[in-house]
């Protein structure tokens, strides 16, 4: 446990309506916990600001511009928000509880998925991506363990989302740094962020998906020099592997392109992955046996 934690235990209050159950996670400004929540009567994720963070209002207005999105988005392939507090002692957002493994945690443990389930993932991921964009929304951290493994995959954390205007007028690099668009690694030189962004993010995760290892080469993070950081900007993509499907890899490699104008949009990332789904064997899910929906 960080010192700069709420330090929840299994039976305490973090409200009048939400019992902690465990934790889940965190990052530099939340804290997220599996809760009991007496509103619904059922088990939901809160993400819950750290206690030092309280009264910092980059950190508020972050908050506030994630509970925005999702309060303006409705989709079966994104988390959902139930309610939220964004001030008062301990602000937070209470979002659905989801089943179902984490992307990287999947690819982790047992490496390459089976085609039919990172195809329909890619599909059902894309068509989230094409209603958050038409929302006017750029997600900007589309990497594996942001999608949950279920039926339909799951898109979380809009915690750096944008509108398509504030992403273009980024000056610097919001993201996580092996699943950033170049345009996002250092804007404006680079670039401007946009929903080009996201389709190169979901290019990196089908990537990885269906190879068991990232695209690109790890760079690192504390160099001054962004191109020693981003290898994105300076290497061509790894080959993925012989098994993959020649369609897949031709389209993930659109995916990946260095030029946003070149990429495809979600909805012809998804009219493109639909037609190779269709050609699965049905029941071929293998592995893991997680239910996918059929296209």
Known sequence: MTRDSWGFQAGD?????????????????????????????????VKVVRPAQVSD??????????????DRTNHPALVRSLRAETGGERPHVVLEQLDGPRLSTLVRK??????AQYLALGLEV???????????????????????????????DLSVARTVEDAAALRYP?????????????PPRTGSPGPASDVWGLGAVLFEAAAGFPAFDDGDP???DVEERFRQLVDEPRLLPEFVPDDVA????????????????????????GPILERQPRGALGGWKVALTAR
């Open 13 to 45: 209050p973090l409200t009048d309506d939400l019992t902690a159950m465990r934790l889940l996670g965190g990052g530099n400004a939340y804290e997220a916990y599996l809760a009991f929540d007496e509103v619904t009567y059922s088990p939901v994720v």
């Open 57 to 70: 209002e980059g950190t508020l207005r972050g908050l506030r511009r994630e509970v925005e999105a999702l």
């Open 110 to 115: 047992y490496g390459p998925l089976e085609p």
């Open 126 to 156: 894309a068509a989230a991506l094409h209603y958050l964009h038409r929302q006017g929304f750029v997600h900007l951290d589309v990497k594996p363990s942001n999608i949950i493994v279920g039926a339909p995959a799951k898109l979380i």
């Open 174 to 186: 919001i993201g996580t740094d092996a699943y950033m668009a170049p345009e996002q690694t250092d």
């Open 222 to 224: 504390d160099h001054d």
């Open 250 to 273: 031709k389209l993930v490699g659109s995916m990946l392109s260095p030029r946003p104008e070149e990429r495809p949009t979600p909805a012809e990332v998804a009219d493109a992955l």
